[in-house]
C-alpha cells in the first residue's frame, strides 16, 4: 500500500482521531456527548476537505483555514475539528514546502501575514469556540470579536503568528493554562512531532495507538479546553488521573495533581515511549466514564492527537494492517 496525498492524509486524520477509543471526555466511535455526535465529526471532516486540499496545494495559511472551517460548519452544523484544523493547515503547508518538521513549521508560521490574521478572525464568526478570556492587555484581540478585529489588526500590523504567541503564553504568574495550540504554533510543533514517534514506535490498530497517544499527551500537560471550561485546577486535576492511567495505578485513588503516582512524569515531563506503548485502554475506560459524568472533554489534547496522526500517516504509519508501515524510503523527513 502506497501513502496518500496530504489532503487524504489530513482527512484521514480527523476520521482517525475521533475513531480512536476509549478517548476520555471526548467524543469517540463508542461515545456521544450530549451536544456532539460521532457522525457530526465524521461529517466535518468531510466538509473541511476543501480548505484542506487548499493548504495542500499552497494557499495562505488563514485563507484555507478559514475555508476549511467554514466546509466544517456547513457539513457537520457545529463547531467539530476547529482546533484540528487549525493544527493540520501549517502542517500541510510545511509538507508542500518539502520540510515536514520543527523548522519547517517555524518557517510556515513566521511567514504568515496580517491577512492570514484576519482570515483566523473571520473563522469564529462561522462557528461557536469554546475560548477563555484573553489577558487584560489583548482585550482588542479577543477572538469572540470574529472579523470586527480586523482595523486592530491591521493598525498593529499583527501577523498570524503575532496572534499565536499572545494566546500561546501562560501569562505573568497569573494562573491560567496556556493554549497548547498556540504554544505549537510558536514552538515548532513539539508536542505533535512527540506524539507522532510515540505513534509510529507503537503496534496494533491506528485508532488504538491514537488513543494510547492521547493519555500520554493529557498525562503531560492540563488541557485548554478543560481549563476554559471548568478552570485550571479541574485542568490539572484531570491530567494527573491520565498520568495515573498511564502509570499503570488506578485514577480514582492515586491521582494527585501535584504528586504524580510513583513513575509517572511530573508536570509538563512527557513519559517515554514504552509507558505510552504500555498503556491498558481497557483501564482507561473507567477514566473515560467519569470525564463524561463530570463534563471534563480535553478537546485540545484531541487537536494535537490528530496533528500527530498527520505526521504519523506522513511518516509511514499504515492502517492496512496491524503494525504495518510503509517502506522508510517513501516516508517523508
Not at 500590523?157 to 503575532?162: S, V
Not at 505533535?192 to 507503537?202: C, V
Amino acid at each position: 500500500m502506497t501513502g496518500g496525498s496530504p489532503a487524504d492524509d489530513a482527512a484521514l486524520a480527523l476520521l482517525l482521531e475521533v475513531a480512536g477509543t476509549p478517548k476520555p471526555g471526548n467524543v469517540d466511535r463508542h461515545r456521544d456527548l450530549a451536544d456532539l455526535r460521532f457522525e457530526s465529526f465524521l461529517a466535518g471532516a468531510v466538509g473541511a476537505r476543501e480548505g484542506l486540499e487548499r493548504a495542500a496545494r499552497g494557499a495562505a495559511v488563514g485563507h484555507a483555514f478559514e475555508r476549511a472551517v467554514a466546509g466544517m460548519a456547513d457539513r457537520a452544523g457545529t463547531n467539530t475539528q476547529f482546533g484540528c484544523l487549525l493544527l493540520l493547515v501549517p502542517l500541510l503547508r510545511a509538507t508542500r514546502t518539502g520540510d515536514l518538521s520543527p523548522d519547517g513549521l517555524d518557517r510556515v508560521t513566521r511567514a504568515t501575514t496580517v491577512d492570514d490574521a484576519v482570515a483566523f478572525y473571520r473563522a469564529f464568526d462561522r462557528v461557536d469556540v469554546a475560548v477563555g478570556d484573553p489577558p487584560e492587555d489583548a482585550t482588542a484581540l479577543d477572538v469572540r470579536r470574529g472579523a470586527d478585529t480586523e482595523p486592530v489588526l491591521r493598525e498593529r500590523g499583527l501577523t498570524l503568528r503575532d496572534v499565536m504567541a499572545t494566546s500561546a503564553s501562560a501569562g505573568d504568574g497569573l494562573d491560567r493554562v496556556p493554549d497548547r495550540n498556540a504554544q505549537e504554533w510558536v514552538e515548532g510543533f513539539p508536542r505533535t512531532f512527540r506524539a507522532a514517534e510515540w505513534i509510529l514506535a507503537d503496534e496494533g490498530p491506528l485508532t488504538d495507538r491514537a488513543a494510547r497517544a492521547f493519555l500520554g499527551l493529557l498525562g503531560t500537560e492540563p488541557d485548554t479546553l478543560v481549563a476554559t471550561a471548568h478552570g485550571p485546577a479541574a485542568a490539572r486535576e484531570a491530567s494527573a488521573e491520565a498520568r495515573a492511567v498511564v502509570s499503570g495505578a488506578d485514577p480514582t485513588t492515586d491521582a494527585d495533581p501535584t504528586t504524580p503516582p510513583d513513575g509517572t512524569p511530573s508536570d509538563g515531563t512527557p513519559p517515554d515511549a514504552d509507558a505510552v506503548h504500555g498503556i491498558d485502554l481497557d483501564a482507561a475506560e473507567s477514566l473515560a466514564a467519569s470525564f463524561l459524568e463530570r463534563g471534563i472533554n480535553p478537546g485540545t489534547t484531541a487537536d494535537l492527537t490528530c496533528a500527530a496522526l498527520y505526521v504519523a500517516l506522513r511518516r509511514g504509519a499504515e492502517t492496512s494492517e496491524a503494525g504495518a508501515s510503509r517502506n522508510g524510503s517513501e516516508a517523508e523527513p
